[in-house]
C-alpha cells in the first residue's frame, strides 16, 4: 500500500498531513507522485509520518516507493 493509499485510509488530506510533517502539501504531494523517494527522507520526518498515519513499520512507507 502506497503513501496516498495510507493516507486516503486514514481520511486525511495532503494538507492535514503536511502540517503533521512540517513540510507544505507540495511536498508530501511530490512523495506521492514519487517526485521525491521516501526513501531518502530524515528519519525524524519517517518517523513523523508512520505516527501520523499509524504505521508500525517504516519500512510499509517503501511499498510503493519504485516509481
Request: hydrophobic share 40%.
Amino acid at each position: 500500500m502506497g503513501l496516498r493509499e495510507l493516507r486516503l485510509k486514514r481520511g486525511m488530506t495532503q494538507q492535514q498531513l503536511a502540517e503533521k510533517l512540517g513540510v507544505t502539501q507540495q511536498h508530501v504531494a511530490a512523495y506521492e507522485n514519487g517526485v521525491n523517494s521516501i526513501s531518502n527522507m530524515t528519519l525524524a520526518k519517517a518517523l513523523r509520518m508512520c505516527d501520523a498515519l499509524h504505521v508500525a513499520n517504516p519500512r510499509k512507507l517503501l511499498d510503493d516507493d519504485d516509481k
